[in-house]
């Protein structure tokens, strides 16, 4: 038996899938304004950061 099949069995299977989509769709908004939000020069530095033995 495949797992579509046990899936179809659960009930309210509808709203984990909306609830995982609006989890994933606000980590990448927060993620997103974060990186446009952080200073470039903390990028470089991070960036940097395995050359600097």
């Not at 495949?2 to 909306?18: A, C, L, P, Q």
């Not at 994933?24 to 939000?37: C, D, E, N, P, Y």
Request: net charge positive.
């Amino acid at each position: 038996m495949k797992f579509i099949h046990y899936m179809e069995k659960v009930n309210s299977v509808d709203v984990y899938g909306t609830m995982s989509l609006v989890c994933f769709g606000l980590f990448f908004i927060i993620m997103l304004a974060w990186v446009f939000k952080t200073n470039k020069k903390q990028f470089e530095e991070a960036s940097r950061i395995p050359l600097d033995n």
